[in-house]
């Protein structure tokens, strides 16, 4: 069985999801603090999270960009379906989630003022508009069959981070009860309490 190692920060930031999937995949996993900016120019395109896949026989495979980690890792772990068109709709979701995703990073980590502010709760508005219904179509609460999927991981992201930044109270269980009860379901789960614990 490969291990992997992610070099990243002691924080959740970019690589929430990444850890999230490992961690509900029970794969032999840790996270390496990188020392930083002296190791820029050594990565590829100079950037972070790296994901560094070591196989059995001892050979690597580096991946950098978030979002490609995510989903090579959500491919590699089941957390997408084989059905190439079932795969492809959950990217999708995945991907309109982030758009809200980029807009509370640049506003709680970033300019951090009243028009970023808007700005996030104006992409969120439109993203919960559409994903509540989809959420209420689900026999199972959950973006696809009855297990946890990619989308379902990024959603919890979102609003794990939300939950930090103090904006968690945009998430009105009394107008998105489904995305709601998605998000909190997750909560109580031990296996993502580990993945977004600050890991020195």
Known sequence: MSSFEILYFPITGRVQTAR????????????????????KESLPFGRL??????????????????TAVDR??????????????VAST??????????SYDKLIDHAYGANNDESKAAFEKELEYLLKYHEPLLAASPNGRYHGDSITYPDI?????????TVSG????????EYPHVM????????????AHAIATIE
């Open 181 to 192: 009860k998605l998000v909190t379901s997750m909560d109580s789960n031990p296996k993502i």
């Open 167 to 174: 904006d968690a109270g945009l998430f009105k269980a009394s």
């Open 49 to 66: 999270p790296l994901l560094t896949e070591t196989a059995p026989d001892g050979s690597k495979y580096e991946l950098v960009e978030s």
């Open 20 to 39: 999230t999937i490992l961690s509900l995949a029970d794969a032999k996993w840790k996270n390496v603090v990188p020392d930083w900016p002296a190791i």
């Open 154 to 162: 990024v959603l919890y992201t979102l609003y794990n981070q939300a």
């Open 72 to 85: 090579y890792l959500a491919r590699k772990f089941g957390f997408l379906p084989s059905d190439n068109k």
């Open 90 to 99: 959950l990217e999708s979701y995945a991907l309109q989630i982030l758009d």
